[in-house]
Antibody, heavy 119, light 111 residues
């Protein structure tokens, strides 16, 4: 059974760097074919894909955020880290990590963590 | 403005069937798989349909998906009050700004 959970700060000041960790069980990010994605949802708005990281360390990012985003493997094979630099109030959102299955679908999601960017 | 277009809302009575459309283009729906998600209030999205028309284990067959050209449709039969939620379609987009694109979401009301 796959489970995921996001963790990190709930409030970040503008221009600071946001770091979120996705901790999961039931699979390893080092196993061939596996991938983890990040999706965010501003309050009252639609889902917005941020990026993927794959077992072979290949990465894909949302084009308009590419210069501010980094997704890396964590200290264990059961962690992935999202880093977003120079945050602004428009980055206020619930951030989800999710297990990617074939066809670029997300079949298991974490509960999400609300991050507020405010001074 | 989302790349995939969904109606903002749909409604139907309990027991009836409703369909939710998702319109895209050749760079996304036309050449890639579509997935559908259900998001109940205050919760994470849940995968309902992947690869256009496949249901993950545990998803009842009341939920169905189809794709034709650059559009996709989610069908929900035998509506229940517990189906009231936001529904999102998604697909990979092969354009210059490639990545996963989501629809703007459709709020389903079961009246």
């Amino acid at each position: 059974q796959i489970t995921l959970k996001e963790s990190g700060p709930t409030v970040v000041k503008p221009t600071q760097t946001l770091t979120l960790t996705c901790s999961f069980s039931g699979f390893s990010v080092l196993t061939i074919g596996e991938g983890v994605g990040w999706v965010r949802q501003p309050p009252g708005k639609a889902l917005e894909w941020l990026g993927f990281i794959f077992w072979d360390d290949d990465k894909r990012y949302r084009p308009f955020l590419k210069n501010r985003l980094a997704i890396t493997k964590g200290t264990s094979r059961h962690q992935v880290v999202l880093t977003m630099t120079n945050v602004e109030p428009a980055d206020t959102a619930t951030y989800f990590c999710a297990h990617r299955r074939t066809g670029d679908a997300f079949d298991v999601w974490g509960p999400g963590t609300l991050v507020t960017v405010s001074s | 403005q989302s790349v995939l277009t969904q109606p903002p809302s749909v409604s139907a009575a309990p027991g009836q069937k409703v369909t939710i459309s998702c319109s895209g283009s050749g760079s996304n729906i036309g050449n890639n798989y579509v997935s559908w998600y259900q998001q109940l209030p205050g919760t994470a999205p849940k995968l309902l349909i992947y690869d256009n028309d496949k249901r993950p284990s545990g998803i009842p067959d009341r939920f169905s998906g189809s794709k034709s050209g650059t559009s996709a449709t989610l069908g929900i039969a035998g509506l229940q009050t517990g189906d009231e939620a936001d529904y999102y379609c998604a697909a990979w987009d092969n354009s210059l700004n490639s990545g996963v694109v989501f629809g703007g979401g459709t709020k389903l009301a079961v009246l």
